[in-house]
């Protein structure tokens, strides 16, 4: 780069790498300017999201879409069923592409089950980094910062269900369609959804 170069950074508030968003300006010497508009989220969507947000106010420009589902199943073997059957449902009834489908948890053990079941059912699947074109992604909140998909299943554990920033970040990464598994009815994310 030259020194007529731009560099341009966004930042979330609540997915802060820097704690003081004045940190990253003073490293980067840069100027903020604060975004108010949600491009990424429909209107359903975003009201959830915002229950779980801290920061400025933000308007939604997407469409209405479709309302968020929430299913309590305390029982992982049972989601990463109901999973497999929503996915081949959302392919071949709705024809929803594999490729816009991603299925996030931090449960790195509920991962593996749900790998294995994917397989079985003969669906494809990859983790973020290694997106293809004709498969599922299948992997970690965190590993999927900064990413979005059309369609998101979330999968959320008591303890990530009650974790602001990672519920934050799980709901906020489905554009068009989202679907909570969740095992706690009293969990902050079930309380987003009500």
Do not use: W
Not at 11 to 34: C, F, G, H, P, W
Not at 51 to 74: C, D, M, N, Q
Not at 151 to 173: A, F, K
């Amino acid at each position: 780069a030259n020194e007529n170069s731009k560099l341009v950074c966004f930042m979330d508030a609540n997915q802060a790498i820097y704690r003081v968003a004045t940190d990253l300006e003073v490293r980067l010497q840069a100027k903020r300017s604060t975004l108010r508009v949600n491009m990424r989220n429909t209107k359903l969507i975003a009201e959830v999201v915002e229950r779980l947000y801290e920061g400025p106010f933000l308007t939604t420009a997407g469409p209405v879409g479709t309302e968020p589902k929430i299913s309590f199943v305390p029982n992982s073997d049972e989601v990463v069923n109901k999973i497999c059957s929503e996915i081949s449902l959302l392919r071949n009834q709705e024809g929803v592409e594999l490729s816009d489908i991603a299925v996030l948890s931090n449960n790195k053990d509920f991962l593996r089950k749900l790998r294995f079941g994917l397989t079985n059912a003969r669906i494809m699947h990859c983790i973020a980094v290694n997106r293809l074109h004709s498969a599922v992604v299948v992997d970690s909140v965190f590993n999927f910062k900064g990413l979005e998909s059309p369609v998101v299943l979330l999968h959320s554990l008591n303890e990530e269900g009650n974790d602001r920033e990672l519920s934050y970040v799980g709901t906020s990464r489905a554009r068009t369609y989202l679907h909570i598994y969740a095992s706690d009815r009293n969990s902050v994310i079930a309380k987003a959804l009500q």
